[in-house]
């Protein structure tokens, strides 16, 4: 990617950002205390489960913590956020790992596996394309930019063949309800509520379809102290064995945090793999999440998000997670 091109992508995030943190009333910045956490968040299965079940099994308070939970609408705007201070820790989709792997922030922790992502269309549009000269919406830099970048390229189309149009997932809901739009590149539980409106959408391409799972992780900042990582990493690691062994309550407690039904957060978390982790480590370990790392680190070279793919190890904290894990 040409750099006036990243610093205009840059700049871009970081008037979103502003915005964001204005509407969430943390323009103070992040807590410069090392018993205070200021943790970002998706508001929906993959982002919020942790947060959920650690608050309730009093995870921070084990560790000396205290945790102060934001909402954001994607992940890039929390990369951003981690970068001017306002935010510790933040939840990424696989769409944003392009920004760690650009060196913005640390993944001091896999998260989830996750096949929510499709390319969805108005009814009557069956194909990619279908979709040629079509206006298209897509949250930029999310797992949903990046399924409908994998869409066209296993189509043999680039993004010249749409009229692609950015926005957020939230304008993506209502620009494809009102028929502004005749697709979008986006997720669940999104696709739910536009379900509710167009029942008979067509879902064109499917990450749960191709096999294309991505990881979702928890990053934090680049001036975050380690012993500051260490704690939040075993909090993480115990709420992840607690999700794990007790999915129907993580469900509840999920469904309560993001005030929304059990049902609507059962079927969210029905697109998403869990493992404990003990199997983190052991994929940490064997190099498989490298491996899938790098496989991200190509794609995001090909689709010029990234001038070159690191080494995962610059910007997962993978060495640090087991040992963690050890103590």
Known sequence: MPKRTIRRTLSALLSVTALTLAMNGCSTGASQDDDTVDFGYIGDYN????????EKQGLWKKQGLTARTKVFNNGPVQIQALGSGDLDYGYIGPGAMWLPASGKAKVISINTFTYA???IAQPGIKTMKDLKGK???????????MILNIALEKAGMT????????????????????????GAGIFYPSIDTIKKKVPKLEEVASTKETGDTFPTAFVAGNKVPEKKN??????????????????????????KMLHVSKAQAKSDASHVETLSTDELVA???????????KELGEFFLRNEQLEKNPDPADYYTG????KVHSQ
Do not use: C
């Open 319 to 322: 060495a640090l997670y087991r």
């Open 117 to 119: 992502d499709r390319v």
């Open 230 to 255: 260490t704690k939040v990493i075993k909090v993480l690691q115990q709420a992840n064995d607690w999700r794990k062994k007790h999915p129907e309550e993580s469900i509840a407690l999920t469904a």
């Open 135 to 145: 206006r298209v919406g897509v949250p930029e830099g999310t797992s949903g930019d």
């Open 283 to 293: 994929r940490t370990e064997s190099g498989e999440l490298g491996r899938r790392l």
């Open 159 to 182: 993004t010249k063949d749409i009229q692609k149009i950015a926005m957020d997932p939230s304008t993506v809901v209502s620009s494809f309800t009102s028929g502004k739009i005749d």
């Open 47 to 54: 982002g919020a489960s942790l947060l959920a079940i650690a």
